[in-house]
């Protein structure tokens, strides 16, 4: 069975991978799926069912659906990722702070932690933008502070993990610095868990922005991807 399903077995993987690098074509040059102007609207085109001409159809302004989703992925993905690297940072920062802190100082963290976790990720963005405005750097700033506890969490018991380890006891007896023991083998051994989370982090990260847009509280009319 095995030796059957070998030309099939990484189908999956290529095809995920054909998409991702279209999406990531899309986002750097739009131009070669189109030469519609995602922002031209036409009342008399509105609403109009997908065509040769129109794939995706159009919207009630008479927008190109087709052309929007092609250029609106570029503000997607920095949207998602701008987002994903404000929690990795905080959540970096946080979560190694915590675990190399005492006990009190940890449990303090952990609990502000809990609080922010028990928000859901689109209801806390929601609450920073209402505050600060809609705008690109606010919205992704919202979505970053809601994803911090996802790193944070991992960060810390990672960070709590190796500071026990014995390498770590057998540098200290060495007489390291703590900056050097930081450098030489907590981050490596910490950061190994953030590439899977980070990859993640950028898909919901860009539901979130969706979810914001629906609201009216995503990016404005001008971008693409806007309402």
């Not at 750097?28 to 109009?48: C, I, N, T």
Request: hydrophobic share 55%; with cysteine; net charge positive.
């Amino acid at each position: 069975m095995t030796t059957r399903l070998g030309p099939l077995r990484h189908t999956g993987t290529v095809l995920c991978a054909a998409f991702i690098a279209v999406a990531l074509l899309a986002a750097a040059f739009p131009g070669l799926f189109g030469d519609v102007d995602p922002l031209r609207s036409s009342m008399p085109e509105s609403l109009q069912a997908p065509s040769a001409r129109h794939w995706f159809g159009t919207d009630l302004l008479g927008r190109d659906v087709f052309a929007r989703v092609v250029h609106g992925a570029r503000y997607s993905l920095l949207l998602g990722v701008a987002a994903m690297l404000i929690s990795l940072v905080l959540g970096l920062l946080t979560g190694v702070l915590a675990g190399l802190s005492g006990r009190a100082a940890d449990e303090a963290v952990a609990r502000v932690l809990d609080v922010v976790s028990a928000f859901p990720g689109v209801l806390l963005a929601m609450l920073v933008v209402v505050f600060t405005g809609p705008g690109v750097f606010n919205i992704a700033v919202a979505i970053g502070i809601s994803g911090v506890p996802k790193f944070a969490r991992v960060i810390r018991a990672q960070t709590r993990s190796v500071k026990d380890a014995g390498y770590v006891t057998h540098a200290v007896v060495q007489g390291r610095g703590r900056g050097w023991i930081l450098a030489r083998h907590i981050a490596p051994n910490v950061l190994v868990a953030v590439p899977v989370i980070a990859t993640i982090d950028i898909g919901t990260s860009i539901v979130a922005v969706s979810g914001l847009s629906f609201l009216g509280l995503g990016p404005q009319p001008r971008f693409p991807n806007g309402a």
